[in-house]
T-cell receptor
Framework: DSGVTQTPKHLITATGQRVTLRCSPR?????VYWYQQSLDQGLQFLIQ???????AKGNILERFSAQQFPDLHSELNLSSLELGDSALYFC??????????????FGEGSRLTVL | AQSVTQLDSHVSVSEGTPVLLRCNYS??????LFWYVQHPNKGLQLLLK????ATLVKGINGFEAEFKKSETSFHLTKPSAHMSDAAEYFC???????????WGAGTKLIIKP
């Protein structure tokens, strides 16, 4: 158990809808990362928050947004969903600011299916 | 820009035989390199990390990787495969501009009894 909790584990929705994925980081970790894993692909970095502030953005669509709350949990909002948004969305947390210096601890992911 | 290529999408070995998962990277500086493992229906877990100290890095569960700058490779090895090693393995390189991680497409390791 990594200590990172993601909900929901599975989500099925229709095109055009909006969903919210939630992540609770390991106790004490200030960094939260969101990644998208599509079928047979590696992870694509979406966005990083550190202690409530956005620190880095990757290939995140404008239809997607995220935030980190004062209690350090984070939410990823996906709107105007398209079929191509179907993927496994991972949250990871770390105790340090830089992704390359610390260990990332991953949740088990939220599997989104858009029909 | 940095990139990482995992040369095999699937590797199949018999239990008790050596494992070799190949990874090549491209970087204009000395990057940090990682191997992560993803067991079925689980999150990812760090196996090992190279950050310019020793070129031979030992990780968990008997895995190790060797950084070879001249070959721009960071192959993952294990002397003797176990059934519990069946998983997907990701080679990862750090991005110089924002320190984020760039992930390979993954290699699925299959262990035959």
């Amino acid at each position: 158990d990594s200590g990172v909790t993601q909900t929901p584990k599975h989500l099925i929705t229709a095109t055009g809808q909006r969903v919210t994925l939630r992540c609770s980081p390991r106790s004490g970790d200030l960094s939260v990362y969101w990644y998208q894993q599509s079928l047979d692909q590696g992870l694509q970095f979406l966005i990083q928050y550190y202690n409530g502030e956005e620190r880095a953005k990757g290939n995140i669509l404008e239809r997607f947004s995220a935030q980190q709350f004062p209690d350090l949990h984070s939410e990823l909002n996906l709107s105007s969903l398209e079929l191509g948004d179907s993927a496994l969305y991972f949250c990871a947390s770390s105790a340090v600011l830089r992704a390359d210096t610390g260990e990332l601890f991953f949740g088990e992911g939220s599997r989104l299916t858009v029909l | 820009a940095q990139s990482v290529t995992q040369l095999d999408s699937h590797v199949s070995v018999s239990e008790g035989t050596p494992v070799l998962l190949r990874c090549n990277y491209s970087s204009s500086y000395s990057p940090s390199l990682f191997w992560y493992v993803q067991h079925p229906n689980k999150g990812l877990q760090l196996l090992l990390k190279y950050t310019s100290a020793a070129t031979l890095v030992k990780g968990i569960n008997g895995f190790e990787a060797e950084f070879k700058k001249s070959e721009t490779s960071f192959h993952l090895t294990k002397p003797s495969a176990h059934m519990s090693d069946a998983a997907e393995y990701f080679c990862v390189v750090s991005e110089s501009s924002n320190y984020q991680l760039i992930w390979g497409a993954g290699t699925k390791l299959i262990i035959k009894p």
